[in-house]
Structures are given as structure tokens and as C-alpha cells.
């Protein structure tokens, strides 16, 4: 990986996105271990982001076993289909939660916690992991998030796992 030094000047959201995504390109492309690119990933992300926790939870053993992030300390594994980790996982679907205490089986690894987005690494058909950041504001995450963070989580798929 070359050294990447994030030049990312604008506040609109759907700018700093489409920045962030042309810049990690470089930092992704050619790896081919998982914990290292989900490092450097979870790093650029709080970077650039400044979100309150970014991580990955990896698939192993049936269930969600906790890999690399950037934040407070977390919780270390989460069965299928529990909490907002665990229902991504299970639906295969992106989850977007503006108030995780309205959220039905809510894992409350930090109290601080308040808004969570999930993207689930999908890899035909089955969840190799799952891209979980967490704000410490309501209703943080939005539909730009979703489409952006789904595009970061096809290009790790594409650069990972073939």
C-alpha cells in the first residue's frame, strides 16, 4: 500500500464521499488480508469521518467475531441475528438506525452510542462480514451514507474476496 494522505476540503456530505472513495482506492487496492485492509479502512473512516466508532465484525464460527475498528472498546461477538450487527448480518441487508434505543435486541456496547449504521460484505450470497459505525447523535445516518458506505463495502468485496 502507497501512503495515503487525506485531502478531503469539502463539507457536503455527498462530496467528502465521493472523495474519500477515489482516495481509499489506493490504500485498498492489491491487499489481499482482510485485517489489514479493515484497519487501514476503519482508520481512513474515523479519519475523515471523525464518527464515534468504526469497525468490521467478521464472520467466523457462526457468529460475528469483533476485528479491527477505531473507538471505545467493543463488544466481541454477536450471535446471528441479534442486535443491529447481528440483523444485517441475518437480512443481508444494510441497516440504518436513527435511534438505537428504539431498535428491537439493541446491543448497547457504549452507552454513548445514539445512531448506528451496518453494511454487510456480501459475497455471492453469503456475509463475510459486516462494516458497523456507530455516532453519538440521533439520527445521524442517512440514505447518503447507505449508498456510499455499500460502495466502499463492493469495493472491499472486489479487492478481498475476488
Not at 125 to 154: M, N, Q, T
Request: net charge negative; charged share 25%.
Amino acid at each position: 500500500m502507497s501512503e495515503v494522505n487525506f485531502n478531503i476540503t469539502t463539507t457536503d456530505k455527498v462530496e467528502r464521499y465521493q472523495q474519500f472513495l477515489e482516495q481509499i482506492k489506493s490504500c485498498v487496492e492489491g491487499e489481499t488480508y482482510e485485517v489489514s485492509l479493515f484497519a487501514n479502512v476503519s482508520a481512513a473512516l474515523k479519519e475523515v469521518f471523525n464518527f464515534f466508532w468504526v469497525g468490521f465484525y467478521l464472520v467466523k464460527d457462526n457468529q460475528l467475531i469483533l476485528g479491527p475498528f477505531q473507538g471505545s472498546m467493543a463488544c466481541s461477538t454477536i450471535k446471528f441475528g441479534k442486535g443491529v450487527c447481528g440483523t444485517a448480518w441475518k437480512e443481508k441487508k444494510t441497516q440504518v438506525v436513527p435511534d438505537v434505543d428504539l431498535f428491537p435486541g439493541h446491543i448497547a456496547c457504549s452507552s454513548l452510542s445514539r445512531s448506528e449504521i451496518v453494511v454487510p460484505l456480501v459475497v455471492n450470497g453469503e456475509v463475510k462480514a459486516v462494516l458497523d459505525i456507530d455516532s453519538d447523535k440521533l439520527a445521524f445516518f442517512d440514505d447518503i451514507d447507505r449508498v456510499y458506505l455499500e460502495h466502499l463495502a463492493d469495493l472491499i468485496n472486489k479487492t478481498i474476496y475476488g
